[in-house]
């Protein structure tokens, strides 16, 4: 059974810091692209974040610059540094696991966790 469990959200001031962590299990970990992306109510979910089994690493471009994408294959867990952080970062932030082959695609989520930027 696969999870993937985020947690570190929370209520931040403009200009503060948070560390998302999103545990996985059930997956063999490090041959999975691993994603953040974020959804506000009446919106489609978008990408924030991703990096591949290699390490790349691909970012909005609204966060260029203020977010980091990490991964750490041993604890099977991605993290989102998020720094300089604003109001329009406000959202439910998801965790997303992705492989793709010729066989299909192995797609999972997270339940999500909430990130309010507000003074």
């Known amino acids: 059974q696969v999870q993937l469990v985020e947690s570190g959200g929370g209520l931040v001031q403009p200009g503060g810091s948070l560390r998302l962590s999103c545990a996985a299990s059930g997956i063999i970990f490090s041959i999975f692209t691993m994603g953040w992306y974020r959804q506000v109510p009446g919106k489609q979910r978008e990408l924030v974040a991703t990096i591949t089994s290699g390490g790349s690493t691909n970012y909005q471009d609204s966060v260029k610059g203020r977010f980091t994408i990490s991964r750490d294959n041993v604890k099977k867990t991605v993290y989102l540094q998020m720094t300089s952080l604003k109001p329009e970062d406000t959202a439910v932030y998801y965790c997303?696991?992705?492989?793709?082959?010729?066989?299909?695609?192995?797609?999972?989520w997270g339940q999500g966790t909430q990130v309010t930027v507000s003074s």
């Open positions: 997303n696991a992705i492989k793709s082959n010729l066989a299909g695609t192995l797609n999972y």
